[in-house]
């Protein structure tokens, strides 16, 4: 059993970076490959990053390569993202998952642990 608690989201303006950080517990965390999803208001929750159990894979959604990074500290048990060059359109609720393989993250029927989400507001 994995428990994900998100935190770090806020009210930024566009051009300004926010830091995610998703804390899980148990001492599987670190075979779990993780990553981020989003849903904005009125839309269907997308897929933004995702990094395999050592951290040395990643994947990114195309509209943000380029301004996000996920990276990982198996030590700490923590995953992060950091957002940079922020958009209105990246405003959603953020949401931390774990899953048994990278290639999981095609799709969010296929996470075995989510976590409860935190929010990111960008203004222009």
């Known amino acids: 059993q994995v428990q994900l608690v998100e935190s770090g989201g806020g009210s930024v303006q566009a051009g300004g970076s926010l830091r995610l950080s998703c804390a899980g517990s148990?001492?599987?965390?670190?075979?779990?490959?993780m990553g981020w999803f989003r849903q904005a208001p009125g839309k269907e929750r997308e897929f933004v990053a995702a990094i395999n159990w050592s951290g040395g894979s990643t994947s990114y959604a195309d509209s943000v390569m380029g301004r996000f990074t996920i990276s990982r500290d198996n030590a700490k048990n923590t995953v992060y993202l950091q957002m940079n060059s922020l958009k209105p359109e990246d405003t959603a609720v953020y949401y931390c998952?774990?899953?048994?393989?990278?290639?999981?993250?095609?799709?969010?029927?296929?996470?075995?642990?989510w976590g409860t989400g935190t929010l990111v507001t960008v203004s222009s």
């Open positions: 148990g001492r599987t965390f670190g075979s779990y490959a």
């Open positions: 998952a774990a899953a048994a393989a990278l290639a999981r993250f095609g799709s969010p029927g296929r996470m075995d642990y």
